[in-house]
């Protein structure tokens, strides 16, 4: 059974669909969820064995983007997604990859998350408002930064930190 997709997703997804990215999208929660409500999704994950059922509902990119060139080099897309991921060398390509007046919807463990489990790396961790800062100068739809007891026995408590923000329309790429 394939994990829910996140809430925080599903709650700010633009209605209209278009061109969506789900970066890091492992065995596709999220890029599932947004086939089905109509956007044209590519993923892209190194894991091949955790894409391979997506392939026939989305483009996926097999990609090691941690130590490799980022593969999708002058595309741009209405929607990009990152859930539960965190590479800071991809900050501003990440950005690049929204287009202008498109939405990005970033959501991953934040610090804190060492005190209770994994991940405890403070590489894989948020600090305090980094989102906010990564988005600076975007116009910020929603933000949190906090820690979630866990909605049933299925959801693990967690430190988490999440920003939807959208790109101006007469934002310069960022530097790649």
Request: glycine fraction near 6%.
């Amino acid at each position: 059974m394939t994990p829910a997709p996140s809430a925080w997703l599903q709650r700010f997804a633009p209605e209209a669909p278009g061109l969506a990215l789900d970066v890091a999208c492992g065995s596709g929660r999220n890029l599932r969820w947004l086939a089905e409500a109509g956007w044209q999704v590519t993923g892209v994950d190194r894991d091949t064995a955790a894409t391979a059922p997506l392939r026939s509902i989305a483009e996926i990119v097999d990609a090691d983007i941690e130590n490799g060139p980022w593969p999708l080099q002058d595309r741009a897309f209405d929607l990009v997604v990152v859930c539960n991921y965190l590479w800071r060398p991809l900050f501003d390509t990440v950005k690049s990859a929204v287009k202008p007046s498109g939405w990005l919807v970033w959501e991953t463990f934040a610090d804190g998350q060492q005190t209770i489990g994994r991940p405890s790396r403070a590489d894989f961790l948020l600090q305090r408002g980094e989102l906010l800062r990564v988005c600076e100068g975007w116009r910020i739809v929603a933000y949190e930064d906090l820690f979630e007891h866990g909605a049933d026995v299925k959801t693990s408590p967690r430190f988490v930190q999440r920003v939807v923000a959208i790109r101006p329309t007469d934002s310069p790429p960022a530097a790649a």
